[in-house]
């Protein structure tokens, strides 16, 4: 299957400080990208789908200006968690969407973030 | 909304049984389904697609069936090995009034075989 790759796979930051994950498809060009975010013994929530070269479209209940996100190319869509606070402590893993075949998604192995 | 309900939450079985996974989801105008395979601390593997057209799929031990006007799906383990133990989540793909595609979760089923 198609291959996602996240990175960082962990990270601890101090509150305040912003915070970039990297989300690439390496071996297919993904015209749109999911971001979700996962709480303890939760289910995936989906943030925002990002499009390449357009704005991002943000769920209810998601601060576009807090999670910033850019999809520059057909392989690779960021996420910056601006100002971090311990809230937003969390599991994130994004997906890339084949349209050719029937929308299945592949998933990144996720990033966790630990904000102190 | 879209609602997806996963049963059991949790199930322990002894290796070598078979065994089943509940999905239900409450808007039957799908797009399709996905059943993905979590390990702790990590991201999702895909498992099996069925297309909203489509009855069900097969890879290996593996059957996933969709009875789209009932809401239900199933996901049939074949002679479980302790390999299989993960978090099994259902995923229901669709496409808003908006035009946008996006997969709603269940919340799982915690599967862990005993050698």
């Known amino acids: 299957g198609a291959v996602v790759s996240q990175h960082p796979s962990w990270v601890i930051c101090k509150s305040g400080t912003s915070v970039k994950i990297e989300c690439r498809s390496l071996?297919?060009?993904?015209?749109?990208m999911f971001w979700y975010r996962q709480f303890p013994k939760q289910s995936l929530m989906l943030m925002a789908t990002?499009?390449?070269?357009?704005?991002?479209?943000?769920e209810q209940g998601v601060e576009k200006d807090k999670f910033l996100i850019n999809h520059a190319s057909l392989t690779l869509s960021t996420l910056t968690v601006t100002s971090a606070h311990p809230e937003d402590s969390s599991f994130y893993i994004c997906?890339?969407?084949?349209?050719?075949?029937?929308?299945?998604?592949?998933f990144g192995p996720g990033t966790r973030l630990t904000v102190l | 909304k879209q609602e997806v309900t996963q049963i059991p939450a949790a199930l322990s079985v002894p290796e070598g049984e078979n065994l089943v996974l509940n999905c239900s989801f409450t808007?039957?105008?799908?797009?399709?389904l996905q059943w993905f395979r979590q390990d702790p601390g990590k991201g999702l593997t895909s498992l099996l697609l069925?297309?909203?057209?489509?009855r069900e799929q097969t890879s290996g031990r593996l059957n996933a069936s969709l009875d789209k006007s009932s809401g239900r799906s199933t996901l049939y383990i074949a002679a479980s090995q302790p390999g299989d133990s993960a978090t099994y989540l259902c995923?229901?793909?669709?496409?808003?009034?908006?035009?946008?595609?996006?997969?709603?979760f269940g919340k799982g089923t915690k599967l862990s075989v005993i050698p």
């Open positions: 997906s890339a969407r084949i349209p050719v075949s029937y929308n299945e998604q592949f």
């Open positions: 069925i297309q909203s057209s489509q």
């Open positions: 990002s499009n390449e070269g357009s704005k991002a479209t943000y």
């Open positions: 995923a229901v793909g669709a496409y808003s009034g908006a035009g946008s595609y996006q997969l709603t």
């Open positions: 071996d297919f060009q993904a015209t749109t």
């Open positions: 808007d039957s105008a799908i797009y399709n």
